[in-house]
């Protein structure tokens, strides 16, 4: 407001983006280090600075963990150059824009508390280990505290004396550390173009909330372009969350396809590779179980994945479709005492399973569509086969549907009717007058650590029961297969979960999803 000059900057100035970079070099960083080390001064450090280090192990988050009084030191400091520049009249946007970036990037990138240097760049450039430090140089600040006190550049460390010995060899050491594997993997497919923004590594916020597609997404096209560029591209499996529970590390690898890619035949084969090089990965990293996820297990695509056990018969990792938790979710989920429902929607694998059980249990099972009723009947024995009929009136209020019940199909439903899914991906809500169960899923134990995104439309810490499965494989040590036409005992997989800390939803939250 006060200087004019300030008022209309160019988009780019050479000689001022030259300027701001001595600047930064010359007094930024030696003012910074000679601030640092009096802030070490028992007298600062105890009144100021120490407040900083309460953070041993940092996270970016360390980076701009100040007392009020710093904060306004490192405002005036930083603002030397802008300032300058301005002055000078030689202030641009990309400066400006770019100055503050350099600060902030630096900044969150030297409290990250891992190493992401490579080495070559120092190889090809060597006196670039002057002008650029790296997470585990200052992170021996933080445990050291006398040592490495300079800003982004350790060339003042070099030149005082005050480098930690220790710095190329730590340096060393956290590159060829190898990062463990996991024990358990779940293998899993974006689903929209704008999923991308639900991962943990798009918008936190917006990945804690189950999900749903946002007006503003339409102003973001080009980003979403973009990703799907760049997932094109890329064409490999991605790693999208980590998670430990009890003495298993557990991740998420994505696929880089969306679901509309799943029903292209063009694309089938390859997706079909690049599941088999995910499982073949899997297998090489001594992975114990990799679980299939969505429509990675797609009976159309690979019946459920055994097509990959009869491909390579010798693998170790266990492959898991999940079916048989699945099946198990979706009976525990029928209230008490029903005694008949109506079945609609494609079938599949854990639909036919479902029909076999309720029927043997004298549940009365009717289909909706006159082809499911004959291909389900020709599944059932002959005992099974009575309680199992063609729907010809709509009276019950539970209805277990897949992918493929359509609009009219739900307008039949009597008011208040139950829709509970059986398929990976939810029905498409057209009643306001019923209600809308999760598809097969189960809340996660208290001690399911870093669950810090939802999985997909479920609400947080809510995990679907074809994740888990793979999980009780592993606690349980099950050295079988679950896929193709393998099925678990249902009662034994829906025990083993409830004792690991699982819990189902209760039904009344039905509600809560009401359309």
């Known amino acids: ?32 280090y000679w601030l640092h080390r009096a802030l070490h001064h028992h007298f600062l450090y105890s009144r100021y600075h120490s407040h900083h280090h309460s953070s041993i192990v940092t996270e970016p988050i360390t980076s701009v963990i ?50 992401i240097i490579p080495k070559w760049m120092f190889s090809t450039f060597p006196p670039l280990k002057y002008l650029m430090y790296t997470p585990s140089y200052h992170s021996l600040h933080h445990t050291q505290f006398r040592t490495n006190y300079s800003l982004f550049m350790p060339i003042y460390d070099y030149i005082y004396g005050t480098l930690d010995k220790s710095s190329d060899t730590l340096y060393e050491k956290s590159l060829e550390r190898q990062g463990k594997s996991p024990d358990v993997v779940h293998l899993t497919h974006l689903t929209t173009p704008e999923s991308i923004y639900h991962l943990r590594l798009g918008f936190a916020s917006f990945a804690s909330e189950p999900y749903t597609s946002k007006w503003y ?31 298993l590390n557990l991740q998420t690898w994505a696929i880089p396809k969306y679901r509309v890619q799943y029903f292209m035949q063009w694309q089938r084969e390859t997706i079909n590779n690049l599941i088999e090089e995910a499982i073949r990965e899997a297998d090489q990293k001594g ?12 009976e159309k695509l690979n019946n459920n994945g055994e097509v990959y056990i009869r491909r390579h018969p010798q693998i170790k990792v266990k492959l898991v479709d999940g079916s048989s938790l699945a099946v198990a979710v979706v009976l525990n989920s029928i209230p ?18 479902i029909a076999l059980a309720l029927c043997q249990g004298g549940v009365k099972v009717m289909a909706l569509r006159e082809e499911e009723y004959k291909k389900l009947k020709s599944n059932l024995t002959p005992e099974a086969a009575i309680n199992l009929l063609p729907s010809k009136t709509y009276n019950s209020k539970i209805w277990l549907v897949g992918d493929g019940l359509n609009k009219d ?9 139950l829709f509970i899914p059986f398929s990976q991906f939810p029905p498409r809500k057209t009643r306001k007058d019923c209600f809308y169960f999760h598809t097969p899923a189960m809340i996660t134990p208290k001690h399911f650590e870093n669950v810090d995104s939802c999985e997909n439309w479920l609400p947080r810490r809510v995990m679907s029961a074809w994740r888990i ?12 297969h679950e896929c193709g036409n393998m099925m678990f005992d249902i009662e034994k997989v829906w025990k083993a979960s409830l004792d690991h800390g699982f819990q189902p939803i209760s039904v009344a939250s039905a509600s809560e999803s009401k359309a």
């Open 469 to 480: 499965a793979g999980i009780l494989h592993a606690l349980e040590d099950w050295q079988e």
């Open 66 to 115: 100040h007392p009020f009084a710093e904060h306004i030191t490192y405002f005036l400091l930083f603002s030397i150059p802008l300032l300058t520049t301005v002055v000078t009249k030689t202030a641009s946007i990309v400066s400006f824009g770019g100055y503050i970036t350099y600060i902030d990037f630096m900044n969150n990138m030297g409290h990250c508390n891992f190493e």
């Open 409 to 417: 199909e739900q307008l039949k439903a009597p008011k208040g009717t």
């Open 1 to 32: 407001m006060k200087l004019e000059q300030s008022h209309y900057l160019p988009i780019w100035r050479s000689d001022g983006i030259i300027l701001t970079t001595l600047l930064h070099s010359g007094p930024v960083e030696f003012l910074y």
């Open 336 to 353: 008490k005492g029903t005694t008949q429902v109506v079945l609609g929607g494609h079938l599949s694998k854990v639909a036919n399973s």
């Open 287 to 298: 992975i114990k179980i990799l679980s299939l996820g969505l429509l990675n297990q797609d």
């Open 217 to 247: 997404f339409w102003l973001m096209w080009p980003v979403t372009l973009w990703s799907m560029m760049v997932t094109w591209i890329y064409g490999h499996t991605f790693t999208v969350e980590r998670n430990v529970f009890k003495n």
